[in-house]
């Protein structure tokens, strides 16, 4: 399975997601893969935020040489599971496809976790809560990686 986490500019919410899965990939030995991307490009090739690297590091994750990107209309093409973190970037991943196959594909993460409460994962940019937010992410990944398996 090809997953992609979503978010605006890929640099705090989807490159934490995407680093819980790949640990989880690696430790259960799925023969998945995983990537991320934003809805807006921002901050196209740049690092992860900060926070978000510190964060991921003091729980074993490293998303250090990760770069932002991009969401393109390729995605849907290229993954199975395209997953938003928040509903306006869910909305703008939608505005993009094409088909059906494509909008079945688009899922909120952590509906996995709290099934069609269609929670947002919030922006831990302006606000803070990185370690919050991780914490979030986790369970949902969890709850992914236990469906799809």
């Not at 986490?5 to 934490?16: A, F, K, T, W």
């Not at 849907?76 to 938003?84: G, R, Y």
């Not at 996995?112 to 990185?130: C, L, Q, T």
Request: aromatic letters at 8%.
């Amino acid at each position: 399975m090809k997953v992609l986490m979503v978010c605006l500019g890929n640099i705090c919410r989807s490159p934490m997601a995407h680093g819980v899965l790949q640990k989880e990939i690696d430790n259960q030995s799925l023969n998945w893969s995983v990537d991320s991307s934003g809805t807006s490009s921002f901050h196209s090739g740049d690092l992860p935020d900060s926070r978000s690297i510190d964060v991921a590091r003091k729980n074993g994750i490293d998303i250090s040489k990760q770069r932002s990107r991009l969401f393109v209309k390729s995605d849907f093409n290229d993954f199975d599971l395209i997953l938003a973190m928040d509903s306006s970037n869910y909305q703008n991943i939608l505005k993009l496809a094409t088909s059906d196959e494509d909008r079945n594909k688009v899922k909120l993460l952590l509906n996995y976790a709290y099934p069609g409460e269609n929670r947002a994962v919030p922006d831990p940019y302006y606000e803070g809560g990185f370690q919050s937010v991780y914490n979030m992410i986790e369970t949902a990944v969890f709850k992914l990686v236990e469906t799809h398996k």
